[in-house]
T-cell receptor
Framework: DAGVIQSPRHEVTEMGQEVTLRCKPI?????LFWYRQTMMRGLELLIY????????DSGMPEDRFSAKMPNASFSTLKIQPSEPRDSAVYFC????????????FGAGTRLSVL | AQSVAQPEDQVNVAEGNPLTVKCTYS??????LFWYVQYPNRGLQFLLK??????LVKGSYGFEAEFNKSQTSFHLKKPSALVSDSALYFC????????????FGKGTTLSVSS
């Protein structure tokens, strides 16, 4: 398996623009997670899905952020409108169904909002 | 609520010496505990996990961790550090209940000098 695949790897945009980050989880994994990493705040859980259903979105900073998982092989994280403080590395992870399942991370998307 | 504390921002050791990276946790139920490593511009890589059983868990690259329930700790150890071990290390916890997400500590930078 190719692992968790995120695109794009880098995104540079201007304040006010819409940004869409994409994630393809590992086949067979039924849980998917979006995290954000910054120097100041570390690694924050934004939202996670079980069986394509959002379970906990309490980490989503504000209404400008939204996430979807239309099927088991694809998820998006959208920021509209983007702001400079959204600049961070965004990671997607998926987890297998075993007890104490391991979360596998993608390489991340580095977002810069100018 | 779940939480993880990594009390040291940075740990410095000389190559060949033993290393310890500290982690304490708080969960309402039984914990599932994990260590991940992150190299520059990369995603997080799984090192090891504790689910149940032996308190000493062995993982990748010669790392091990000791679960101590009374002290709610899960320190990462290695008998002999390598320069290539230099990276950012994250401790993570989740409640044993199925479907919950990993909560990460802020990370500890390990620097191994030659």
């Amino acid at each position: 398996d190719a692992g968790v695949i995120q695109s794009p790897r880098h995104e540079v945009t201007e304040m006010g623009q819409e940004v869409t980050l994409r994630c393809k989880p590992i086949s067979g994994h039924n849980s998917l997670f979006w995290y954000r990493q910054t120097m100041m705040r570390g690694l924050e859980l934004l939202i996670y899905f079980n069986n394509n259903v959002p379970i906990d979105d309490s980490g989503m900073p504000e209404d400008r952020f939204s996430a979807k998982m239309p099927n088991a092989s694809f998820s998006t994280l959208k920021i509209q409108p983007s702001e400079p403080r959204d600049s961070a590395v965004y990671f997607c992870a998926s987890r297998d169904t075993g007890e104490g399942g391991i979360q596998y991370f993608g390489a991340g998307t580095r977002l810069s909002v100018l | 609520a779940q939480s993880v504390a990594q009390p040291e921002d940075q740990v410095n050791v000389a190559e060949g010496n033993p290393l310890t990276v500290k982690c304490t946790y708080s969960v309402s139920g039984n914990p599932y505990l994990f260590w991940y490593v992150q190299y520059p511009n990369r995603g997080l890589q799984f090192l090891l996990k504790y689910i149940t059983g032996d308190n000493l868990v062995k993982g990748s690259y010669g790392f091990e961790a000791e679960f101590n329930k009374s002290q709610t700790s899960f320190h990462l150890k290695k008998p002999s550090a390598l320069v290539s071990d230099s990276a950012l290390y994250f401790c993570a916890v989740r409640d044993y209940q199925a479907g919950t997400a990993l909560i990460f500590g802020k990370g500890t930078t390990l620097s191994v000098s030659s």
